[in-house]
């Protein structure tokens, strides 16, 4: 499966987001950018795709910054997906030819078991299942 480089940096951004969660506590763009080694201004355009979804929240000034709109439990990656680059789930097949119909059915059939698929996983599974940096002394 081929992810946009734009999906891959929101589901990351998202997942920091999750890791930092407690409801009230804001992420600066710049940490963001930083921890995920992603371009600022590539990462404030994904973010205001995540905002408009009603995924984040953002706030402006000198001590603004991001933070999940709800529990990483409540998020889907689908809703994510949906927020960034929702051509990724529509089904693209024909149905022309003799077998346009039943070739489009087997492809929807995929798709759903994708888009389920993606309903199952939550901020809070990429959250718990990114590793830390390990840090010697």
Known sequence: ?????KLEYAC??????????DGKTLTRLDELAQREAVSGNFLVQILNDLRRAGLIE???????GYLLA????LITLRQV???????LLQCSVARSGESGTAVRQAWEQVSGDVRQAMERITLET???NSS???FYI
């Open 1 to 5: 499966m081929k992810i946009s480089q």
């Open 12 to 21: 990351r951004a998202a997942a920091q987001l999750a890791k930092r969660h």
């Open 58 to 64: 953002s706030r402006r000034g000198k001590s603004g």
């Open 70 to 73: 709800r529990a990483p439990g």
């Open 81 to 87: 997906v949906e927020a960034v680059d929702p051509a």
């Open 126 to 128: 990429l959250a718990s």
């Open 132 to 134: 830390s940096p390990m």
